[in-house]
């Protein structure tokens, strides 16, 4: 009978409680809102702009939980990770690519200095060229990150450079799409990379790195060629090592002169002695460890790995590219 009650006065109190909590909730949220509506009107964001994208943000449930979901890397090798990446359709839709944009992706690479088959392995890599962009409201998820807690400040500033994007007529905040955390468009910029990096490649006035294509080429090469990218130099080379190379020596902070990796027995993948360019300096990375495939690589790998600091993503690009330009 006791424990009747308990349970009974136990059920009660949570349908009672509950619905407080939610409400809770809900004005906090409401009311961190409200200050970011002040910080927003306090650098420079129109109201029309406060009002169109935030008046009905809402938080994202699905966003925290990706945010807070551990990223299973302990049994993901390159090998899985570069099947999964640069697969024989990928490279064959990255050629089509190529030879159907032609026009505009030589105008990029000639402008900016970047060979235009990195261009479109980024794309193909960040967003299946284009196919696969995400689906979330880039305010509302933002916002939903800038709330929760995990780098609140982070998240905040980017939204506020979203809201500036909007502001500057750029995209509309019901299209400003993209993933879970933000990143926008064909290829994947946060909003404060679309401030430092985005440009207008065909000269109609707005950087829309979601629909057009000009624009999408251009601002990755830009991107990269502001990066440090320097044109007379590949990504790197898969290479065999013919003699044993110490561990320590393994890894992009031990870079060495050509000649020294020639005289340390690395080689061109066929055997051939490696081609050496006086005053070209590069690093081994074994993203599998050294019984896995080994390349050498150059600065424009760092570039690369400025976009994103993956060693299996940056290696991977420099191979889809490798394949694109076959």
């Given at each position: 009978m006791i424990k009747s009650a308990l349970k009974?006065?136990?059920?009660?109190?949570?349908?009672?409680?509950?619905?407080?909590?939610?409400?809770?909730a809900q004005s906090s949220f409401e009311s961190w809102l409200n200050g970011l509506k002040a910080e927003a009107a306090k650098k420079g964001v129109s109201q029309s702009t406060i009002n169109a994208a935030l008046n009905n943000v809402k938080e994202i449930p699905r966003v925290i939980e990706l945010d807070q979901k551990q990223p299973e890397r302990g049994n993901m090798t390159f090998a899985k990770y570069k099947r999964n990446v640069i697969s024989d359709a990928r490279i064959a839709q990255g050629r089509r690519m190529y030879r159907a944009h032609r026009t505009e992706l030589e105008r990029a690479a000639s402008k900016y200095g970047v060979p235009a088959q990195y261009i479109v392995a980024l794309w193909g890599i960040e967003t299946s060229y284009g196919n696969n962009t995400g689906g979330?409201?880039?305010?509302?998820?933002l916002a939903t990150l800038a709330y929760e807690g995990r780098r609140a400040e982070f998240f905040r500033s980017e939204l506020l450079e979203a809201l500036k994007i909007i502001d500057g007529g750029h995209i509309g905040a019901d299209n400003m799409k993209g993933s879970w955390a933000g990143a926008m468009g064909q290829n994947q910029f946060m909003p404060s990379s679309f401030h430092n990096f985005a440009v207008d490649g065909n000269g109609d006035g707005r950087r829309d790195i979601w629909t057009s294509l000009p624009d999408v080429f251009a601002s990755t090469a830009n991107y990269l060629s502001k990066s440090g990218w320097n044109e007379d130099e590949k990504w790197g080379r898969e290479v065999r090592l013919t003699q044993t190379i110490p561990d320590s020596l393994i890894g992009r902070d031990h870079k060495r002169?050509?000649?020294?990796?020639?005289?340390?027995?690395?080689t061109q993948m066929g055997g051939k002695p490696l081609p050496v360019v006086d005053g070209m300096r590069a690093a081994l990375v074994a993203p599998d460890g050294k019984s896995g495939p080994t390349f050498l690589v150059y600065d424009n790998f760092d570039v690369i790995?400025?976009?994103?600091?993956?060693?299996?993503?940056?290696?991977?690009?420099?191979l889809l590219a490798d394949q694109i330009a076959n």
């Open positions: 009974t006065g136990l059920v009660l109190t949570l349908l009672v409680t509950w619905p407080s909590y939610a409400l809770a979330f409201s880039v305010v509302s998820s002169s050509l000649q020294q990796w020639k005289s340390m027995g690395v790995m400025k976009w994103n600091r993956s060693t299996y993503f940056a290696t991977s690009v420099g």
